[in-house]
């Protein structure tokens, strides 16, 4: 079977003829050092072009975007791989387009955090291979760079319309964040926070899959707690997405929806921390594939042990993008397929 993903993976090294052995095991060394510094950023490529953005007139071969990259009447779901942040593009089987986060930026809020680029070198590189020149909704789950960084140069790529940014509410005075809202009014697109008081709010991407906000609170205590909280569903299958919710939004959740949260593909919360994926809140989604986005090499020590064996007690056959790369979720509305991008 032709491997379609290959082009959305880590960049590959070439063997070189070593001379010294000494000069060889220093390299080693360094390769080491550079890696875990660096939080092994994955380094993807749009094709052979020599361009990065999305619309360029440089002509170069295999530039062209792939014409089918996914069945007909499916829906697609891409986690990217895109070291410790998140970030995941939804196809709907009509052609919507949507984007829940989208990792890290050059300049991250956090001092020590290492920058991705993650709109650059790998979200806009794959729109591009796609063919996808607008998005109709993009959601920033929660303000915290690791999950917007990169937004604000996603959305004011000029190659790409959008059509609604929703965000959490939460007042956080970073860099990022601001530039974001800076970059949604100077492109004129409308900017929604839900309302809390009035949830499930449905987003409107079409009658052949629904998407409901379960929880968002702009007053929390922490942006992580503020998390937009989404359920898409089309047809017999559905997905949940958490953000970084916590243990007091799991318990919050797992009380209002019960078994409503029930969803077969889970985007694992807070990458896998141990203040998420509380029991209460697994028996009540009971997922059969768990998706955690995770950096490799990562100081936080995501996904904790504790956490995966939760996932495991439950049932769930735990894909990670830092073991495994992007992981993409394809469903024709009974079942569903998981394709990891495998190195």
Do not use: C
Request: proline fraction near 8%.
């Amino acid at each position: 079977m032709e491997d379609k993903f290959s082009k959305y993976r880590r960049a590959q090294g070439t063997d070189r003829p070593v001379t010294w052995p000494g000069w060889a095991a220093a390299g080693v060394l360094l390769a080491l050092v550079i890696a875990g510094w660096m939080h092994a950023i994955p380094v993807y490529f749009p094709s052979d072009a020599p361009s990065m953005s999305l619309g360029s007139s440089s002509g170069a071969p295999g530039a062209a975007p792939l014409a089918i990259w996914k069945r007909p009447g499916e829906l697609a779901v891409v986690f990217f791989d895109i070291g410790q942040g998140d970030g995941a593009f939804i196809q709907t089987p009509r052609g919507k387009n949507i984007l829940i986060d989208s990792g890290e930026g050059r300049t991250p809020d956090v001092r020590f955090i290492r920058p991705v680029d993650a709109a650059n070198r790998v979200i806009l590189p794959f729109l591009q291979q796609i063919g996808a020149t607008h998005l109709d909704v993009v959601i920033a789950t929660h303000p915290h760079s690791d999950h917007m960084g990169s937004m604000a140069d996603l959305i004011g790529n000029r190659a790409l319309t959008v059509g609604q940014l929703w965000i959490s509410g939460f007042l956080h005075p970073t860099s990022s964040n601001k530039k974001l809202l800076e970059t949604a009014k100077r492109r004129k697109i409308p900017v929604y926070a839900p309302d809390p008081n009035q949830l499930p709010t449905r987003l409107d991407i079409g009658s052949d899959v629904s998407a409901h906000i379960l929880f968002v609170d702009p007053s929390a205590d922490s942006p992580n707690n503020s998390s937009i909280v989404l359920k898409m569903i089309y047809g017999h299958v559905s997905f949940l997405f958490t953000g970084d919710a916590e243990e007091r939004v799991e318990k919050s959740v797992s009380v209002r929806w019960g078994p409503e949260l029930k969803a077969q593909i889970l985007k694992v919360g807070h990458h896998g921390s141990k203040t998420s994926s509380l029991p209460i809140f697994l028996n009540q989604v009971k997922p059969e594939a768990a998706v955690i986005s995770v950096g490799s090499y990562n100081t936080f020590g995501h996904p904790r042990p504790e956490v995966l064996q939760r996932l495991r007690d439950i049932g769930a056959k735990i894909y990670r993008t830092d073991e495994q790369g992007s992981i993409f979720v394809f469903s024709d509305g009974q079942t569903y397929r998981v394709e990891p991008s495998r190195l």
